[in-house]
């Protein structure tokens, strides 16, 4: 069994920053593509961000240039630094890893955490 703890997501001002945190814990061989996704209030859940188990990086485009993503030595923990918030930054943040259990490729999601950006 694969558990994902996020945490980090909260209410800031719009410029301020964030930074959210996705622990992995359980048995599992390996972690592959680690992400964050978003999701706000009427529309479909986006990509925002990913890093590959090779350390490539792809960003939304409306992200880029302020958003970080990153991980751990361990590539157990994923975090993404979010800066320059915008009022559209607004969403849930779901992170969702690529692990290798017992042979199988799996994709887990975290809980998801609230980001809200407003003066």
């Known amino acids: 069994q694969v558990q994902l703890v996020e945490s980090g997501g909260g209410l800031v001002q719009p410029g301020g920053s964030l930074r959210l945190s996705c622990a992995a814990s359980g048995r599992f061989s390996s972690i592959n593509t680690m992400g964050w996704y978003r999701q706000a209030p009427g529309k479909q859940r986006e990509l925002v961000a990913a890093?590959?188990?090779?350390?490539?990086?792809n960003y939304a485009d409306s992200v880029k240039g302020r958003f970080s993503i990153s991980r751990d030595n361990a590539k157990t923990t994923v975090y993404l630094q979010m800066n320059s918030l915008k009022p559209e930054d607004a969403a849930v943040y779901y992170c969702?890893?690529?692990?290798?259990?017992?042979?199988?490729?799996?994709?887990?999601w975290g809980q998801g955490t609230q980001v809200s950006v407003s003066s």
């Open positions: 969702k890893l690529s692990v290798l259990v017992t042979g199988i490729l799996s994709d887990y």
């Open positions: 890093l590959t188990r090779g350390g490539r990086t």
